[in-house]
């Protein structure tokens, strides 16, 4: 794995070299030995007006280098939370990391200070947004855009850092870059913008990219554009992601893994193919239930019925009783430990609990 | 853009014709002529007078004759004044006029974006309440009440200030405050609340999740945004400036155009009324007419050209 390092570092001296594929790429898919980060039992609260918000009550997840993890569930469950705590990004005062870590390679993110932090931030981690229409500033030429992050963090002239700006520009694929530099937002599309954020994120050669979201305001075709962007870039750089999605077709596509959170909680995670072929989760196998397939009819679709729990008073048992077809006594009460289903595989559930599983025997 | 401002440029005249033609007959419909106080004048001399200022025209040959003395800039002499022509006055005043309200509104400029950019970045905080504070007494004190209590204070009780007139730099102190504190007021809350708005903007977390110093991500990526609701009123509150230093002037015994107008007003000074109303209609004219300029360069949607393509 060092010997990655090594490469990613390589490119980051010349402009010409930027994104160039090291041998290894491909297979470091399959590999996933280094984990890269590494959430661990994460509280977030916001403080409104209404009360506290338990936005994140114990997420805890690992990320593995080249890997990407997809991270599902309805709005609200708090996926955006999850990837702000991670970039740095929680709004203050209003809310406070009240417990966790976030270790990135090793190194505890939620105890840097803010200067600190803002090594990290586009350096080591970046995000990319959802609305490609409002993540870019209107007022500034692209050009500047692209650049600044890079003329932050890396002692480079301008030129060197607009070459290399220029060079990402037809990497993620928009024509004529070196005349686009020039242009501002507005000149252009979603699509083409949503690239533009992307380059952006791409500038100081992160090994974390976080998307949230990132082809949900887009056309479905351009949806695909993008997605085809992201596995490309991965191949060429072997950048870890996190993608944010509520989309299970973006998952199907481009997910290694999946974490499916609720209320807080990452309540099942494991690889793409043990949570889309064998989900043990209820809440789970809903959302599959739910999505629309083209062997189904538009009447056969099967949303999960009622609403989450509202996380001003979260439940103290399972999150999911409310809703769930299998609901005992016990779900009511008592939080499910995560209980392992394979070595990748692990869900929050008491139907999975050895203890239950003897019940029910 | 060159055809940007020819459009304007013509808009400005029309702009100009109208406030002119307006003033006019605004002004003549006003009962009352210029020689009413004079209880001496005999019908014979009232008639020489008229005559000599054009006075017994119709309506219709002296409207045109006032658009023509427009057109050449030359406004005529005074009635009042008899040594005087309004150009002369014009030149004498409105420098002075001009001064006062431009370091006015530099003034007003430069502290309410500072103050209102500070309370914004300390949302709910010690200096954001008192910014605030601070506002609302601006705003709802009239120019004229702060003036008096400005001399009062500084002038009269404390002696550390001259009370009035404009002859030095510690003269132009009080004049300016007085008639700074509302524009500075209105500005600084336009900007706290736009800025407030443009920093939960995306594009502000997008610049924080670069990694960005504060300094870096206030200035470059959140101020312009937020300047561009202040661009906006910039106009209005020129024109509220220029008629402003009328009164202060008026209050601080200050020798600009506000003194002319007002007499030429009571007096019923045609031509005075008449040369200082265009002339500064005009002036307002074109300020606006910068004002759009400056907001075109701060805003690149805004286009004062047709020439890209959308992509
Ligand atoms: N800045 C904030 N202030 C108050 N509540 C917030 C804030 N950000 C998120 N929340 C709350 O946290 C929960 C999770 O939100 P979020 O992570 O945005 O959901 P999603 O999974 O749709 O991205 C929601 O209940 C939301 O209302
Ligand atoms: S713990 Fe109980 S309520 Fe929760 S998902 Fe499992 S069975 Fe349903
Ligand atoms: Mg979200």
């Avoid at chain 1, 039992?41 to 997840?61: C, H, I, N, P």
């Avoid at chain 1, 430990?337 to 008491?350: F, P």
């Avoid at chain 2, 991500?217 to 661009?231: C, G, Q």
């Amino acid at each position: 794995m060092n010997e990655d390092e090594n490469t990613l570092k390589k490119n980051g001296q010349g402009g010409a070299a930027v994104l160039t594929k090291p041998e290894a790429a491909g297979k470091r898919k399959q590999v996933f030995s280094e984990v890269m980060l590494s959430v661990r039992d994460l509280y977030v609260s916001f403080r409104t007006f209404g009360g506290e918000v338990q936005a994140l009550r114990g997420v805890s997840f690992d990320l593995y280098k080249g890997e990407t993890l997809a991270i599902v569930g309805e709005s609200g469950c708090g996926k955006s939370v999850t990837a702000n705590t991670i970039m740095g990004l929680i709004p203050e005062p209003a809310g406070r990391i009240k417990n966790g870590s976030v270790l990135f390679k090793g190194k505890d993110l939620t105890k840097l200070d803010k200067s600190k932090m803002r090594k990290v931030q586009g350096v080591d981690i970046s995000m990319i947004f959802q609305d490609p229409m409002t993540a870019l500033n209107p007022t500034l030429k692209i050009g500047e855009q692209l650049t600044e992050g890079l003329r932050t963090h890396q002692k480079v002239s301008i030129g060197e850092a607009r070459k290399k700006a220029i060079k990402l520009l037809e990497v993620v694929g928009i024509p004529n870059p070196e005349e686009r530099m020039k242009q501002y937002p507005h000149q252009f599309s979603g699509g083409m913008r949503q690239r533009i954020v992307i380059a952006i994120a791409l500038i100081c050669e992160p090994e974390l990219l976080i998307a949230d979201e990132p082809t949900t305001a887009l056309d479905v075709t351009i949806q695909a554009q993008i997605l085809e962007l992201f596995e490309e870039i991965q191949e060429r750089t072997g950048v870890s992601i996190i993608l944010i999605t509520h989309d299970l077709g973006v998952v199907a596509k481009i997910a290694d893994r999946i974490a499916v959170m609720y209320a807080g909680k990452v309540i099942e995670i494991g690889t793409k193919r043990e949570v889309f072929y064998t989900p043990q989760h209820p809440y789970t196998k809903g959302l599959l239930a739910s999505v629309p397939r083209l062997d189904l009819k538009e009447e056969e679709l099967q949303p999960i019925e009622g609403t989450p729990p509202d996380l001003f008073a979260p439940p103290i048992g399972c999150p999911f009783t409310a809703r769930c077809p299998f609901a005992m006594e016990v779900c009511d009460r008592i939080y499910p430990g995560t209980t392992d289903i394979s070595v990748t595989h692990a869900v929050d559930c008491w139907l999975q609990d050895e203890r239950a599983k003897k019940l029910f025997d | 853009m060159a055809i940007y401002i020819v459009k304007r440029f013509f808009m400005m005249i029309a702009t100009i014709l109208i406030i002119a033609t307006l003033t006019f007959f605004l002004m003549h419909s006003v009962p009352g002529s210029p020689f009413d106080e004079e209880r001496t004048s005999n019908p014979t001399i009232q008639a020489n007078l008229e005559k000599f200022y054009k006075l017994d025209q119709p309506t219709h040959v002296q409207y045109f004759d006032y658009l023509k003395s427009i057109a050449t800039f030359d406004f005529g002499p005074s009635i009042k004044k008899p040594n005087e022509t309004v150009n002369t006055l014009l030149a004498r005043g409105f420098p002075i006029s001009f001064e006062l309200g431009m370091v006015t509104i530099l003034v007003a400029v430069i502290s309410g974006i500072t103050l209102g950019t500070l309370a914004a970045l300390r949302h709910n905080g010690i200096i954001d309440y008192s910014a605030m504070a601070f506002a609302v007494i601006g705003i709802s004190v009239p120019n004229f009440v702060l003036a008096t209590v400005l001399i009062q204070q500084f002038a009269v009780n404390w002696n550390l200030l001259p009370p009035a007139t404009w002859s030095s730099r510690m003269h132009m102190i009080l004049p300016t405050l007085a008639l700074a504190t509302g524009p500075t007021a209105i500005i600084a809350r336009l900007t706290r609340s736009s800025m407030l708005e443009v920093l939960t903007q995306d594009y502000i977390k997008m610049a924080r999740a670069k990694g960005l110093s504060p300094v870096r991500i206030v200035l470059r990526h959140a101020l312009r945004n937020a300047l561009m609701p202040v661009v906006t009123i910039m106009g209005t509150m020129l024109a509220g400036i220029l008629t402003g230093t009328f009164v202060i002037e008026k209050i601080f015994a200050i020798p600009g155009m506000g003194k002319y107008f007002v007499e030429s007003i009571n007096n019923r000074d045609y031509p005075v009324i008449m040369g200082s109303t265009v002339f500064y209609s005009a002036f307002l004219v074109f300020m606006l007419f910068l004002v759009d300029i400056v907001y075109g360069f701060i805003d690149p949607r805004i286009k004062l050209h047709r020439k890209e393509g959308d992509a």
